[in-house]
T-cell receptor, first 115, second 112 residues
Framework: DADVTQTPRNRITKTGKRIMLECSQT?????MYWYRQDPGLGLRLIYY???????NKGEISDGYSVSRQAQAKFSLSLESAIPNQTALYFC??????????????FGDGTRLSIL | EDQVTQSPEALRLQEGESSSLNCSYT??????LFWYRQDPGKGPEFLFT?????EEKEKERLKATLTKKESFLHITAPKPEDSATYLC????WGGGADGLTFGKGTHLIIQP
């Protein structure tokens, strides 16, 4: 089983719809992240969370919101989807307990298309 | 602002033809450099962490090295299954919102 699981893996929806992407992890890591990846732009950070009570904006948080329901669960919401939010979305985790410069570990992504 | 540049953007090699991928960086206080491999439709897979200049890490046909300005990912006698996009990320005091800045990757194709 994957250590970082994202659902759904693919989603097609219409402009204006509310969408939630979910991420769960079994690695026991305290930090969780949401990224989007677009061709030619690389990975860009949307939101990150250092623990359940700590949520921080990344470089492109406008139009997105997040919820850290538990240490192992971190969801990303698009309140009113627009076509330029079509992208590949990744959740990642890292383990601060072993040092704050530890690598991130990624899920396999959600491919989101907004028509 | 921290910058991470990977070159080349794309590289096509014959099976067995060794080469190197480059990740050059300009950061305020390097705290770590990470290499990832990403296959189509998959998330980045962690390969190596390098923390200080002179450090080297190896895994199968891959070897990562680090200087004060750049890192190289050396691929020795590659096989078609080494085809992927390789990402470099730098963790620093002056990095992105969480200290981490990703490069845009090198797309590597190994032809049989």
């Amino acid at each position: 089983d994957a250590d970082v699981t994202q659902t759904p893996r693919n989603r097609i929806t219409k402009t204006g719809k509310r969408i939630m992407l979910e991420c769960s992890q079994t690695k026991g890591h305290d930090r969780m992240y949401w990224y989007r990846q677009d061709p030619g732009l690389g990975l860009r950070l949307i939101y990150y969370s250092f623990d359940v009570k700590d949520i921080n904006k990344g470089e492109i948080s406008d139009g997105y919101s997040v919820s850290r329901q538990a240490q192992a669960k971190f969801s990303l919401s698009l309140e009113s989807a627009i076509p330029n939010q079509t992208a590949l979305y990744f959740c990642a985790t890292s383990d601060f307990r072993t040092g704050d410069n530890q690598p991130q570990h990624f899920g396999d992504g959600t491919r989101l298309s907004i028509l | 602002e921290d910058q991470v540049t990977q070159s080349p953007e794309a590289l096509r090699l014959q099976e067995g033809e060794s080469s190197s991928l480059n990740c050059s960086y300009t950061v305020s206080g390097l705290r770590g450099l990470f290499w990832y491999r990403q296959d189509p439709g998959k998330g980045p897979e962690f390969l190596f962490t390098l923390y200080s200049a002179g450090e080297e890490k190896e895994k199968e046909r891959l070897k990562a090295t680090l200087t004060k300005k750049e890192s190289f990912l050396h691929i020795t006698a590659p096989k078609p299954e080494d085809s992927a996009t390789y990402l470099c990320a730098v963790f620093s005091w002056g990095g992105g919102a969480d200290g981490l800045t990703f490069g845009k990757g090198t797309h590597l194709i190994i032809q049989p």
